[in-house]
């Protein structure tokens, strides 16, 4: 038996549980992890509420981790007791002292990058390279919208589109937001608690709109994004952490020949080879400095339901991770 948060019914932050739960002997193609450091995603939180409906319940919740390998079994041949190792998966289970897992789901983690940072990063840092490299490449000289460009993928996504040579607006919701999207890759911030976003971003592009739009905010901003938009260019949804979007005609799109993505990071970790390559750019680019994670609050696994608040309160500048 190890400990673990347990979700027996959805709802507020309360409902998530700590207790003892079963560990399993790994089967053959499986490994065994003691974890050391959890991420903490908005995800999450949609699925502990009741959002996204694809845990069965009971459940352990969480999506990513890093941790030792403790047991392999027969047939693993890449990975041995002792080595380091981070996953994101869409199996869930991540919030527990250890778990047992596929061992194609698993990424071999440098000696350079530390466990909490890597905790704190993968599931964002793949997600930032996603958007701008496999969902519509980001190239040198356009300009893209960031929403929520101070939060946890938000300054990730910002630093890496600058990274590339791409113009970042970032959107924010305080004066000390504003500043933390400013030292990292904002050249252009707007107050969107202030500021009509649509009519800034067209002010600060000469009336074009920018070439791509990445909104993980939805309800509040996606209609926003689309109208900030250039001609040609592309929303790309990739969160609702307002609330889900409302339905609409697609024909609005024809008006500049826009076009529009809803991509989820697991459809593009599944195959292995794609996985590991993906990692590989985000672990060069974390070499170069380019990226600065921030861990802006880390809680023991018990207090869960507390991390849950904090990401939920929008308090918190940088990631949040929980810590067996």
Same mark, same amino acid.
């Given at each position: 038996?190890?400990?673990? %948060? %347990?979700?027996?019914?959805? #709802?507020?932050?309360?409902? &998530?549980?700590?207790?003892?739960?079963?560990?399993?002997?790994? =089967?053959?193609?499986?490994?065994?992890?003691?974890?050391?450091?959890?991420?903490?995603?908005?995800?999450?939180?949609?699925?502990?509420?009741?959002?996204?409906?694809?845990?069965?319940?009971?459940?352990?919740?969480?999506?990513? *981790?890093?941790?030792?390998?403790?047991?392999?079994? =027969?047939?693993?041949?890449?990975?041995?007791?002792?080595?380091?190792? #981070?996953?994101?998966?869409?199996?869930?289970?991540?919030?527990?002292?250890?778990?047992?897992?596929?061992?194609?789901? @698993?990424?071999? !983690?440098?000696?350079?990058?530390?466990?909490?940072? =890597?905790?704190?990063? &993968?599931?964002?840092?793949?997600?930032?390279?996603? !958007?701008?490299?496999?969902?519509?490449?980001?190239?040198?000289?356009?300009?893209?919208?960031?929403?929520?460009?101070?939060?946890? @993928?938000?300054?990730?996504?910002?630093?890496?589109?600058?990274?590339?040579? *791409?113009? @970042?607006?970032?959107?924010? #919701?305080? *004066?000390?937001? $504003?500043?933390?999207?400013?030292?990292?890759?904002?050249?252009? /911030?707007?107050?969107?608690?202030?500021?009509?976003?649509?009519?800034? /971003?067209?002010?600060?592009?000469?009336?074009?709109?920018?070439? @791509?739009?990445?909104?993980?905010?939805?309800?509040?901003?996606?209609?926003?994004?689309?109208?900030?938009? *250039?001609?040609?260019?592309?929303?790309?949804?990739?969160?609702?952490?307002?609330?889900?979007?409302?339905?609409?005609?697609?024909?609005?799109? %024809?008006?500049? +020949?826009?076009?529009?993505?809803?991509?989820? !990071?697991?459809?593009?970790?599944?195959?292995?080879?794609?996985?590991?390559?993906? =990692?590989?750019?985000?672990?060069?680019?974390?070499?170069?400095? $380019? !990226?600065?994670?921030?861990?802006?609050?880390?809680?023991?696994?018990?207090?869960?339901?507390? $991390?849950?608040?904090?990401?939920?309160?929008?308090? %918190?500048? #940088? +990631?949040?991770?929980?810590?067996?």
């Amino acid at each position: 038996m190890v400990n673990g %948060v %347990v979700l027996r019914e959805t #709802g507020g932050p309360e409902v &998530l549980r700590f207790e003892s739960v079963p560990l399993a002997a790994p =089967a053959a193609d499986q490994i065994q992890i003691r974890q050391t450091a959890i991420g903490v995603n908005f995800h999450d939180t949609y699925i502990r509420s009741g959002l996204y409906d694809w845990l069965t319940l009971p459940g352990i919740p969480g999506v990513e *981790a890093v941790g030792v390998i403790e047991a392999v079994g =027969a047939r693993v041949r890449d990975f041995a007791p002792g080595d380091r190792v #981070g996953y994101v998966t869409p199996k869930y289970g991540g919030y527990a002292e250890a778990r047992v897992i596929g061992a194609d789901r @698993v990424i071999r !983690l440098p000696d350079d990058l530390d466990d909490r940072t =890597a905790a704190a990063v &993968l599931v964002k840092g793949l997600t930032a390279w996603m !958007l701008i490299s496999k969902i519509r490449s980001l190239e040198r000289g356009e300009t893209c919208l960031v929403h929520a460009a101070a939060g946890g @993928v938000g300054r990730l996504l910002s630093q890496w589109a600058a990274h590339v040579g *791409a113009t @970042v607006i970032g959107t924010v #919701g305080s *004066a000390a937001k $504003a500043e933390i999207a400013r030292r990292h890759g904002c050249a252009h /911030v707007i107050r969107y608690d202030q500021e009509n976003f649509p009519a800034r /971003v067209r002010e600060l592009t000469d009336g074009r709109g920018v070439d @791509v739009a990445y909104d993980s905010v939805g309800r509040d901003t996606f209609f926003g994004s689309l109208d900030a938009l *250039a001609m040609r260019g592309h929303l790309v949804n990739f969160g609702q952490s307002s609330g889900p979007v409302e339905p609409f005609q697609v024909s609005r799109l %024809v008006a500049k +020949s826009n076009t529009l993505s809803r991509p989820i !990071l697991f459809h593009y970790i599944d195959a292995p080879a794609e996985r590991d390559e993906m =990692a590989r750019h985000l672990f060069d680019v974390l070499r170069t400095d $380019a !990226l600065q994670v921030e861990i802006g609050a880390e809680f023991p696994l018990r207090r869960a339901a507390d $991390a849950h608040r904090a990401l939920e309160s929008r308090t %918190v500048s #940088g +990631s949040i991770i929980l810590v067996p």
